[in-house]
């Protein structure tokens, strides 16, 4: 049974949810500088004059500031790094955190949590959550969830986050709460002891009812934001089961597989099946077209299995398809 948890409520003088915080952030946080130009700056850029007067802060954090409304140059707001200061001017800048460094706060948001005990917590992720800050997304992570749903998470690394989801797919993920579970869940990772079993549509019709693919992942030489089967890679193994074929009304065939990992590569499965010629129905990071409604990679984590990081009591877990995902496997699971 799934319980619902809406993370803790910020007390009264407390900071501010983190979403808030980058858009309003509160007067205790901002500290105020100010400086004449002096004579060797003469005729410098402004964003020039600003680093000498905040160099703990990058220049592009900075010119944010600037055209974010936060400096002033004799009493006027400033828009434009470029300007020009003038020897003996006035430059004030409100300093604001950066984005960054307002990442790893207490963020409440409801987590479905499939189990929890004091030494760990089984949560079944949505599509669209990111599990960790990075930039782009340095708020409203499942981390930042972690942080406000229990004390704890800010003493350990990564809030408990022993491995992760890619933000458009959906499914299980255990997290530590302690130390010794943070460590011993890591370790049976490492050891290839966690169970995990995925569920995926893919294009084309995939001919052998089962396959290994067993080829090294790494970093796309020509995409930094894409992974790809490189000799230099990472041993990768994935176990392919399929479980139903189905042609469209236009000839198109899609499959419906059944993935079990026995590495935990980054986008692993979805860099797998491309490399055998069938992407991830929706996946367009790895040749994938949406189909059958969907907008985001056709990928669920269905299954986890571990031992108990104190207890060593084998648990294992399942999580149903989400409402987008079920639509679409049924139409392909019914129609074969």
Known sequence: ????????????????????????????????????????????????????VASEFSRNHLQGLIEQGHVWVDGVLQSSASRKVLAGQAVAIELTPTQESQAFKPQGMPLVIVFEDEHLLVVNKPAGLVVHPAPGNWSGTLLNGLLAHHAAAATLPRAGIVHRLDKDTSGLMVVGKTLAAVTALTRQIAARDVHRIYLALVHGRVERAAQRIEAPVGRDPRSRVRMAVVPSGRAALTDVERLAVWQDPDGRWISAVRCKLGTGRTHQIRVHMASIGHPLLADATYGGTEGLGLTRQALHATQLGFKHPISAQALVFDAQLPADLTLAWQQVRSAA
């Open 1 to 52: 049974m799934t319980r619902q948890y809406t993370g803790a409520t910020p007390a009264a003088g407390s900071p501010a949810p983190l979403d808030d915080a980058l858009d309003d952030v509160s007067a205790d946080a901002v500290e105020r500088r100010q400086v004449r130009v002096p004579a060797e700056l003469h005729g410098s850029r402004l964003d020039k004059v600003l680093v000498t």
